[in-house]
């Protein structure tokens, strides 16, 4: 069973939104996690963007979206989101969320995707006139 479950992507225009899911497929999946939000364009490295301890509020958006961006959760729904506003074309590729324990959203600086250990399979965002 895939633990998490990524959906919300599409194609938008550039001043555009939408709004990303992740939804855990257990409580384990979800309870007490750090999740995260990275992306992929074509040829680049994946990158992190923002990151929730379900715990708690704490969270943490990247530079590079900040002002754009932001992470919420439903502990209800065991689903985090990713509102993304005012998209630019470089926000243009492969969304994954991805878990690990608390620790993992104490990591100073980058959200760095080798800390995750489960992963979903990804939706895809893009962001084009």
Same mark, same amino acid.
Do not use: H
């Given at each position: 069973?895939? =633990?998490?479950? !990524?959906?919300? *992507?599409?194609?938008?225009? =550039? *001043?555009?939104?939408?709004?990303?899911?992740?939804? +855990?497929?257990? !409580?384990? +999946?979800?309870?007490?996690?750090?999740?995260?939000? %990275?992306?992929?364009? #074509?040829?680049?490295?994946? !990158? *992190?963007?923002?990151? $929730?301890?379900?715990?708690?509020?704490?969270?943490?958006?990247? +530079? +590079?979206? &900040?002002?754009? %961006?932001?992470?919420?959760?439903? =502990?209800?729904? &065991?689903?985090? @989101?990713?509102?993304?506003?005012?998209?630019?074309?470089?926000?243009? /590729?492969? @969304?994954?969320?991805?878990?690990? /324990?608390?620790?993992?959203?104490?990591?100073? *600086?980058? $959200?760095? #995707?080798?800390? %995750?250990?489960?992963?979903?399979?990804?939706?895809?965002?893009?962001?084009?006139?």
């Amino acid at each position: 069973q895939v =633990p998490l479950v !990524e959906s919300g *992507g599409g194609s938008v225009q =550039p *001043g555009g939104s939408l709004r990303l899911s992740c939804t +855990a497929s257990s !409580e384990s +999946a979800y309870s007490g996690k750090c999740i995260a939000w %990275f992306r992929q364009a #074509p040829g680049k490295a994946r !990158e *992190g963007v923002a990151r $929730i301890y379900t715990g708690s509020t704490e969270s943490l958006i990247a +530079a +590079a979206v &900040k002002g754009r %961006f932001t992470v919420s959760q439903d =502990p209800a729904a &065991k689903t985090v @989101y990713l509102q993304m506003n005012n998209l630019k074309r470089e926000d243009t /590729g492969m @969304y994954y969320c991805a878990a690990d /324990g608390r620790a993992a959203c104490w990591v100073p *600086g980058n $959200i760095i #995707p080798s800390v %995750f250990t489960d992963w979903g399979q990804g939706t895809q965002v893009t962001v084009s006139s």
